[in-house]
């Protein structure tokens, strides 16, 4: 095994003995009950890897994988699409007739076009990255926009939104909630918080001490650490190259995953073979990674972005331009297909690994790591030992043999290389995975846009990640020339200092309402900030643990970021995002807009003002009432992160 990874391993074990400095004081949550029975968690992604977390050889099918251009869907997703778009109508009518259009029947609208369903709107869910903030704070969202959560289809409430999606996308810790929730069977929020008392988001332990016992998790620290490191080491004895981001894959399944290993047989693409995604009840999960060229630091806004989804691994982007089938990452291909003389490999897009390369946060800790609240002592510390990773590319996720090998040479940026190195897919600062739902062979409407990115100093957002989207949406439309933005369109968006001064990012903003303004079809999208209604949620990226407490308080946060409180602090929210989903519908079907329709846009519209001098200080104050908030504190924990971080890297000079 590199030496660095010998001595992350050893990071690892060294946190196992000093993990009573993680713990932090718990408490009981409050009962949230969920209309799911919690034993559906009992009913997961498929354990169908062929030898646990190493990638295996077998026979491939007689219609031999090829990689496929990226100039239509797939022909999976195309027939998943239909059975999804029809099976999203009756959910869709019942949400709106809740949303109360005055004046409009939406119920009868819906079911007037109900056998023509590109007629009616076509919704994606975005879920930005942002380590446990991201995660739980989206996770409210997710909430909220779920029929089957208790009281979510109440009055002022947004239940079914989910239901009604045709797409979840998800990056970093949004990426831990879209897996979290597939991988663990489509469950609810409250099932991964309760669990008959043995929840799966169990994050008062930190990824560095390991899974407490007693509950899902039979491991005890011990053979936590020692079980991680020799899957690793079984994998690179197969001949896979490993990385940081292997160890990281799969310490974050332990929390994220419910099985007792940790599920390590567990694979992204067995989620298509899933009950509720195979018959369509589902959205379709999709997560995004950057590519990332060995020797580059930062990441430019004019990366390659890659998307995993059930069926398929690859890029949009006139670069690369081609997907592979998932189940058979791993596989040699060259040129786009497997010479008669390779086997296939399954195993590879491992659950917690696919999951890790989209939350690579180790080369973000270097981008990032001056904006903690470490000491600059403890800086040094993490900027050293992340650099000596940085300076093997080792903190990168090696995707090797790279399946875009020979494949598309006069425009792709790898086909030359060996290895494919993907990282965090926020690191172009595009932090929303907006990428996958703006293709327009995807035809999406309106996109609910969940923003826990941490733009400012006190880690709010502040548009930064829309910012970035609209900037790489403007180069170019075409993909015969080169261009980047290979046909993709996306609303006008302003400066950051326009977000804080005009309050953009403390209120839900509606962005691409006169759809006349773009020259492609644009879907209008939904921003939805993080801000403090009944929590400061304002978390670090890089803080490791919470407690019970602390973690039901962001979630709940979070729901009433998405609800506006239940409608309480603006009672036209629900009616307004009712409005927002039908909006591009009515142009297609030429049907009047309603009149309240009108003033909601009116009202959450960003309406073009901008304000670009530079703002004070955004400390926001609380929307609603603060709820009670538990007695613990986060003091010590990056002390501790520091002290580890230091002594690794003693380890990887001596190693």
């Not at 993680?22 to 029975?37: D, G």
């Not at 930062?298 to 691994?313: C, R, S, V």
């Not at 297909?337 to 897009?349: N, T, W, Y």
Request: aromatic letters at 10%; one cysteine or more; proline letters at 6%.
């Amino acid at each position: 095994m590199h030496a660095t990874s010998r001595a992350f391993a050893l990071l690892f074990a060294l946190a196992a003995s000093v993990h009573a400095s993680f713990v932090l004081p718990r408490k009981a949550s409050p009962k949230v009950h969920s209309t799911v029975a919690i034993t559906e968690l009992e009913i997961r992604a498929f354990p169908n890897a062929p030898d646990g977390y190493t990638p295996q050889n077998t026979t491939c099918p007689s219609n031999r994988p090829t990689v496929r251009s990226a100039s239509a869907l797939s022909d999976n997703e195309t027939s998943w699409l239909e059975m999804r778009r029809n099976n999203t109508v009756d959910p869709m009518r019942d949400l709106l007739g809740r949303l109360n259009i005055s004046g409009f029947d939406a119920e009868s609208y819906i079911t007037k076009y109900a056998n023509n369903v590109s007629a009616l709107p076509n919704i994606a869910i975005a879920v930005s990255g942002g380590g446990y903030r991201a995660c739980l704070n989206g996770g409210g969202a997710i909430q909220a926009f779920d029929s089957r959560e208790t009281n979510s289809t109440a009055a002022g409430h947004l239940g079914g939104l989910l239901q009604s999606a045709t797409y979840l996308a998800g990056l970093s810790g949004g990426g831990w909630l879209v897996g979290s929730i597939f991988v663990n069977n489509f469950t609810t929020i409250t099932g991964l918080l309760d669990n008959n008392d043995s929840p799966v988001w169990e994050f008062g332990n930190s990824i560095f001490e390991g899974p407490a016992t007693g509950k899902i998790q039979l491991l005890d620290s011990a053979e936590y650490y020692t079980g991680i490191e020799q899957e690793v080491s079984a994998k690179g004895n197969a001949g896979f190259n490993t990385s940081v981001t292997d160890f990281w894959g799969r310490a974050l399944s332990f929390q994220l995953v419910n099985a007792s290993d940790g599920g390590a047989s567990y694979t992204w693409s067995s989620i298509q073979s899933q009950e509720s995604f195979a018959n369509a009840d589902s959205p379709m999960p999709i997560l995004v990674a950057d590519g990332r060229t060995p020797g580059e630091t930062l990441i430019p806004g004019n990366t390659t972005i890659y998307e995993f989804n059930p069926f398929e691994f690859g890029t949009w982007d006139p670069t690369t331009y081609g997907f592979v089938p998932l189940e058979f990452l791993g596989s040699n291909f060259s040129g786009g297909i497997l010479a008669k003389s390779e086997q296939c490999v399954r195993g590879f897009d491992n659950v917690g690994y696919v999951m890790g390369t989209s939350s690579s946060l180790f080369n973000q800790f270097i981008l990032d790591v001056n904006q903690t609240s470490i000491p600059q002592l403890a800086k040094n510390f993490v900027s050293d030992i992340l650099g000596h990773f940085s300076d093997s590319d080792n903190d990168i996720a090696q995707y090797q043999p790279n399946p875009f090998y020979g494949y598309n040479t006069e425009t792709s940026r790898v086909y030359q290389e060996q290895a494919l190195g993907l990282v965090d897919g926020g690191e172009d600062l595009e932090n929303l995975p907006l990428h996958p739902v703006i293709q327009p062979f995807r035809h999406v409407d309106v996109i609910f846009a969940v923003d826990s990115s941490a733009d400012t100093s006190n880690y709010w957002p502040n548009g930064t990640s829309l910012v970035a989207t609209y900037q790489r949406s403007l180069n170019g439309t075409s993909a015969d020339g080169g261009n980047l933005a290979n046909g993709t369109s996306f609303p006008a968006i302003p400066d950051q200092n326009t977000f804080v001064n005009l309050g953009l990012n403390t209120r839900p903003t509606f962005f691409g309402c006169n759809s006349s303004n773009t020259s492609n079809p644009t879907p209008l999208v939904v921003y939805i900030p993080n801000s403090p209604y009944t929590y400061q949620s304002n978390i670090s990226t890089f803080d490791p643990s919470y407690n019970t407490s602390q973690r039901d308080l962001i979630v709940e946060n979070g729901y009433n970021v998405a609800t506006m409180g239940n409608g309480t602090v603006n009672s036209t929210w629900p009616m307004c995002v009712g409005c927002a989903i039908l909006q591009r519908s009515l142009e297609r079907t030429q049907t009047t807009m309603p009149q309240v329709c009108t003033q909601c846009f009116a009202d959450f519209c960003w309406n073009g003002t901008v304000n670009s001098t530079n703002p004070p200080d955004y400390v926001p104050a609380y929307k609603t009432a603060p709820a009670k908030k538990s007695a613990a504190t986060r003091a010590g924990v990056f002390y501790s992160f520091a002290a580890i971080s230091a002594m690794a890297v003693v380890l990887v000079t001596v190693l």
